[in-house]
């Protein structure tokens, strides 16, 4: 069965400095890979996906995410971050033909300090 | 209404009581899914319905946990005879399709809470 890792839980960054969130996958194949962003009493957000082709995705709010086969990897990235970007940040991998049935990581939360 | 709509958003239960959680989902959205948020475990998958096919139920944890969705449109999820680790947030997706073509949008979730 497919699995995610995120092995950060708890990240801190000033404002204006680069951020990188890792995520790990386990999956046989080629999986389908989300980013999603949760903020304090909001709903769960899309933040970009990967499902085929360029491995360097663009997501909103300024966010990327490389998808690196051979590391099973595929990690978020953001070059300047803003306040506004403190939120908990989910990796999910869903499995080809069946990309309903996603697997959460555990989440990442970003704090921002001014 | 705009966006998916879950009700209650917080329900506080006694041990051994049943309860129903439910979702509306985005008009015209045929996918709906439901996940559970526990305190450090991250999102896990319960349920899925795609139109009138057969619903994908492996992730419901025991045989307390129940859903169905009336008329393809409003779910709910029913928890029989709860336990204090039900408590957790339980969350409703849909999507107009498969998640390649589009994406699963989420409601606010109902936080349930067994004493």
């Known amino acids: 069965a497919q699995s995610v890792t995120q092995p950060d839980i708890h990240i801190t960054v000033s404002e204006g400095a680069s951020l990188e969130l890792r995520c790990n996958y386990s999956?046989?194949?080629?999986?389908?890979l989300f980013w999603y962003v949760q903020s304090p009493g909001q709903g769960l957000q899309l933040l970009l996906k990967?499902?085929?082709?360029?491995?360097l995705v663009q997501g909103i709010k300024g966010f990327e995410a490389e998808f690196k086969r051979s590391q099973s990897s595929f990690n978020l990235r953001k070059p300047s971050v803003h306040w506004s970007d403190a939120a908990e940040y989910f990796c999910?991998?869903?499995?080809?033909?069946?990309?309903?049935?996603?697997?959460f990581g555990t989440g990442t939360r970003l704090q921002v300090t001014l | 209404g705009a966006g998916v709509s879950q009700s209650p958003s917080n329900k506080v239960t006694e041990k051994g009581k049943d309860v129903e959680l439910r979702c509306d989902p985005i008009?015209?959205?045929?996918?709906l899914y439901w996940y559970r948020q526990s305190l450090g475990q991250g999102l896990e998958f319960l349920i899925y319905?795609?139109?009138?096919?057969?619903?994908?139920k492996s992730g419901l944890p025991s045989d307390r946990f129940s859903a169905e969705r009336t008329g393809g449109s409003v779910s709910t999820l029913t928890i029989q005879r709860t336990q204090q680790e039900d408590s957790a947030v339980y969350l409703c997706?849909?999507?107009?399709?498969?998640?390649?073509?589009?994406?699963?949008?989420f409601g606010q979730g109902t936080r349930l809470t067994v004493v």
């Open positions: 990967y499902f085929s082709g360029d491995t």
């Open positions: 999956y046989g194949a080629t999986p389908y």
């Open positions: 999910a991998v869903g499995i080809t033909g069946t990309a309903s049935k996603l697997t």
């Open positions: 997706a849909s999507s107009i399709g498969h998640l390649r073509n589009t994406e699963a949008f």
């Open positions: 008009s015209g959205h045929t996918a």
């Open positions: 319905f795609q139109g009138n096919s057969a619903p994908d």
